[in-house]
């Protein structure tokens, strides 16, 4: 470990060689890259060990580094390690980019001044002053990061863990570090970056992680304590009943045995849990089936220990299984960071580049890897197949293309003629031409049967990191350093336009299926969606918090995905330019990304040495309803599953068919936007409630009012049927009414409620009503119309209600972003359900009452398991707010109603049996598996569940 590690740009290195020099002087050790190594094999690991292993990283602030890649990278992996920054000033800079991460955190922290007019001691003893400022914390900080680095590196082996004395420790910095960030919060409300280097999730896992095995092998150590006094108390009574005594140490030593087996139980469960909050999904996963593995036969002598380990893996596998993200399967047989992939035409293979010098072709299907290709002397950057799949061909930092069989794998041709490295390679649709951009500011296009230079294109005024065809073959598209993208005609040779607009160099381009827009990814955290016809129509994507590194097209144009040096993958629509989805997964910056020809899995590298492979079609929704010209803000699903109908501010009722998704009918009648529908039991009537202050009856079948109910003064925000379809229930501002559907008069009004209504809900057999207010909840006797009780425990107001079909809970859904579960019987809370990011709208019980559904202003629908509280499954799609969600009788699909105008049904198998949810986690992970001969164990295990 080293006192500072110091990142600077090349024209600033003679004063860091004065700095330098000081601080060797003062007794304070530097780690500094003194040569401007170009990417290489060794070269960024050691760069990033430097930092991890520094108590404080300075960056020395000028014109040149804040625009520096490498310097950007470095105080990038910084900030996600936590580290203590300590700028200083060496030449003026005129502005920062509020966009970027590591730009915003060098404002955000007090400076140092170094420049030419101060005084170099002066400053440079405030500089050491700061240094030795909370050095035990700081160093404790720093040895913490390693180990937990060296734990991740060697597969989380248990004997990299903590224990003792120095996980004591290690507990205690825990603590401090959080009161530290809490104090420094509550002095300066966030508006000041804390100068104490930051907790991280590398540091809370590994000492967690520590703690849990440490206590599992404690108990371990007390059960066999407790078993050996035992033995050896019956030893002492005496030999004579030594068959007794034989008995005595089997059941003994069973005893220890199930013990055991139950805390190894735990522990992967607990493992696997934290695995999935990091959107290690596989991983997660595999920790959840390693706790199944273990629930073999011989738990079944202990009921209670049987249960409690069936329990615990089935929560583990819950989350797993039927998580949002799937990842089918992950390649690690690269030594070092992976720049490239693509995809054969058919979807087969795949090929990597990558630093370590190989490129690597598998087979998609299998998950195996085929063969290794090698050949380049150098760091391979971009790999690309040939429309026919039959050639490969790559850029290497050896300044050379090489074009390979990828039957054989052999070499076909070298292409020499670029200076520096190659960035970026890409087959023309036809086949016939090669286009590579280098590192020497030039595009080259290539001749590919004879291997000759055919143009250079020159335009650009720094590297041109990413070349794209069109997909008719006549233009060229290529992304630069100098922020540009120039668009070429292959014919001549010459520039079309410039595009200009992103604020920070560009990294990757690519052209939609139709030809009509193009996607770049740029160092300013943004996509940009160019018209090719207009290049002054571009929407812009925001979302990534770092560099966006790669774009790719799905086959269909609709769908755009995006790797970033924030770690994630997003999906986003073409059309709203609205973000769909995000996969988590990589530990490191995403280079590359591609969606296969098929549409069905995305294929993504990273400089974790990984690729990922992503299961596009998970959670895709089963239709699509767009006929409303407002936002939707209510859906119900008659109780024959048949019929759907949904409410909007467009003043309509859309009747649905659910098996064809034509629309039925319109029901028109309302002069304002409707807030609530509600059918009765047999699915003839259906109610609903609108900001007009009436209530209609409608006749499904003919899809004419039968009646219209007027009483409430004020907009009727929620209306609730009986069971027995005879009493409507309906809710506004402070005015609760009873109806009778067949008269269509009043029955009672709730007097005695002085509270806003926001919600309310009939119970199963209609004998209390709940009505959802600011904050609190109240239960009514519907017969008396006197209030029962009150249940508090929200934060915000409660805006939708439902009841378990037993009537025994009752699910809230609050403006304080969570769900909570009620025990109707004691009045109690049982449990808050926390996932969601913004307001909760609607909540809808499952009608086995296992699962409960939530529609967010988040603009997801989630699924939330009611034994355990946890989240089974997020369906992402809506472009805007949810605002209702129901389920169908048969609870096999959710229906969602969103702001963004449409109506969604969503498929959910909901089966929690422990054998079932085994074999589907066996499914999920089969390919992985597959691919990884160290599985060997679990792989025989899911083989045996498969029979």
């Known amino acids: 470990m080293t006192d500072v590690f110091i990142s600077y740009s090349r024209k600033d290195q003679e004063f860091v060689k004065i700095l330098h020099q000081a601080l060797s002087q003062s007794h304070r050790d530097s780690w500094i890259d003194w040569q401007n190594i170009p990417k290489g094999t060794q070269w960024w690991q050691e760069i990033e060990s430097g930092i991890e292993g520094a108590n404080t990283f300075i960056f020395v602030i000028s014109p040149d580094s804040i625009k520096s890649e490498v310097c950007g990278l470095e105080i990038n992996h910084a900030i996600n390690n936590g580290k203590r920054l300590l700028p200083i000033i060496r030449r003026e800079v005129s502005e920062f980019d509020d966009n970027n991460t590591a730009h915003q955190a060098l404002k955000d922290h007090n400076w140092l001044f170094f420049r030419e007019e101060d005084d170099f001691q002066t400053s440079f003893e405030e500089l050491i002053k700061t240094l030795d400022t909370d050095l035990n914390y700081v160093h404790q900080h720093t040895r913490l990061l390693v180990r937990a680095k060296e734990w991740d590196k060697k597969g989380r082996r248990d004997s990299f863990l903590l224990r003792g004395e120095e996980l004591k420790e290690a507990e205690q910095w825990l603590e401090e570090a959080q009161i530290r960030f809490q104090n420094y919060q509550q002095q300066f409300k966030g508006k000041r970056q804390d100068p104490n280097p930051l907790l991280t999730e590398q540091h809370l896992h590994y000492i967690r992680k520590s703690r849990e095995i440490e206590d599992a092998e404690h108990q371990a150590k007390r ?51 934290q695995l999935w909050k990091e959107g290690k999904i596989v991983e997660a996963l595999e920790e959840a089936l390693q706790a199944a593995k273990q629930l073999n036969p011989i738990l079944n002598l202990s009921p209670h220990l049987k249960d409690q380990a069936e329990k615990q893996t089935k929560i583990a596998l819950q989350q797993t299984v039927y998580d949002t993200i799937k990842e089918r399967t992950r390649f690690k047989e690269h030594q070092d960071y992976i720049w490239g992939v693509s995809f054969s035409r058919d979807g087969k293979l795949l090929a990597s580049g990558s630093t370590d010098k190989t490129i690597k072709l598998w087979d998609v299907t299998k998950g195996k890897l085929l063969y290794t290709l090698t050949g380049h002397t150098d760091g391979i950057s971009s790999v ?25 794998g052999k070499k076909l041709k070298t292409l020499k003629g670029h200076q520096d490295s190659v960035f970026s390679v890409s087959f023309s649709p036809d086949g016939k031409t090669v286009a590579s951009g280098s590192r020497d500011n030039t595009i ?71 030809g009509k827009t193009l996607a770049s990814a740029s160092a300013d955290n943004t996509i940009k ?43 986003w629509d073409v059309v709203t330019g609205n973000e769909i989805k995000t996969f988590s997964g990589h530990q490191h910056l995403v280079w ?43 859906v119900s699903i008659s109780p024959a599953g048949k019929i759907l109908a949904s409410g909007s501010n467009d003043k309509s009722i859309i009747l649905w068919d659910i098996t064809t998704g034509k629309q039925l009918n319109t029901l028109k009648g309302h002069q304002k936007a409707i807030y609530s529908l509600s059918f ?110 009150t249940l508090e425990g929200h934060q915000e107001l409660v805006f ?47 009608p086995d009452g296992k699962t409960v559904a939530s529609g967010s202003a988040d603009k997801t629908v989630k699924l939330w398991d009611i034994d355990t509280g946890k989240p089974l499954k997020t369906f992402w799609g809506h472009q805007d707010l949810v605002n209702s969600v129901s389920f169908s009788p048969d609870g096999k699909t959710v229906v969602s109603g969103s702001a963004d105008k449409t109506v969604k049904l969503w498929q959910f198998e909901g089966n929690f049996d422990l054998n079932h949810l085994i074999i589907k986690g066996c499914k999920s992970i089969n390919t992985y598996l597959n691919s990884n001969p160290t599985k060997n164990e679990l792989r025989e295990f899911c083989q045996l569940s498969f029979q």
């Open 223 to 273: 059960i066999l304590l407790e078993a050996k006094t035992k033995a050896d108390r019956l030893i002492k009574i005496g030999s004579g009943i030594s068959i007794g005594l034989l008995t005595l140490s089997v059941l003994l030593a069973f005893k220890v045995q199930l013990q055991l087996q139950a805390t190894n139980i735990k522990v992967d469960v607990i493992e696997s849990q």
């Open 384 to 408: 690309s197949f040939s429309p026919d799949g039959k050639a490969l061909v790559s850029g290497s930092d050896d300044n050379t293309i090489i074009l390979w069989d990828v039957m054989t």
């Open 444 to 514: 080259i296009l290539w001749d590919v049967m004879t291997g000759k230079k055919l143009k250079t294109l020159k335009g650009h005024q720094n590297w041109v990191w990413s070349v794209s065809f069109s997909p008719d073959g006549k233009t060229l598209a290529s992304g630069s350093v100098d922020k540009t993208i120039i668009l070429w005609d292959i014919a001549r040779g010459k520039s079309l336009k410039t595009l200009r607009g992103h604020e920070d160099k560009i990294f990757s381009v690519s052209f939609s299926p139709d």
């Open 529 to 571: 969606l160019w018209d090719i016809a207009s290049e002054n129509r571009v929407i812009t994507l925001k979302g990534h918090q770092n560099w966006v590194m790669s774009v790719s097209f799905s086959p269909d144009g609709k769908t755009l995905a995006s790797g970033s040096n924030d770690n994630t993958i997003k999906l």
């Open 592 to 634: 590359s990304v591609k969606i296969s020809p098929d549409g069905k899995t995305l294929a993504s590298s990273s400089w974790d040495k990984n690729i990922i492979l992503w299961d596009m079609t998970t959670n895709k929704e089963i239709k699509t309803f767009s006929k409303h010209q407002d936002l939707v803000s209510s």
């Open 680 to 789: 009765n039991k047999d699915g003839k009537i259906l109610a609903s409630g609108s900001d007009d202050h009436r209530i209609i009856l409608w006749n499904v079948t003919t899809g004419k009012p039968l009646k219209i109910l007027k009483g409430h003064q004020e907009a009727v925000y929620s209306i609730s049927l009986s069971p027995d379809g005879k009493i409507l229930a309906s809710g506004t501002n402070k005015n609760i009414i009873l109806w009778d559907v067949t008269t269509g008069k009043p029955i009672k009004s709730f007097k005695e409620n002085k509270e806003i209504i926001y919600s309310i809900s009939l119970s199963p057999d209609g004998k209390i009503l709940a009505s959802g207010t600011n904050k609190n909840i109240i239960l009514w006797d519907v017969t008396t119309g006197k209030k029962l009780g």
């Open 800 to 846: 939708s209600l439902s009841w378990s079909e037993d009537r025994k809970i009752l699910a809230s859904g609050s403006y304080d972003n969570t769900l909570k579960l009620w025990d109707i019987a004691t009045r109690k809370e049982l449990k808050t359900l926390k996932g969601h990011q913004s307001v909760i709208n609607s909540v809808s019980f499952s």
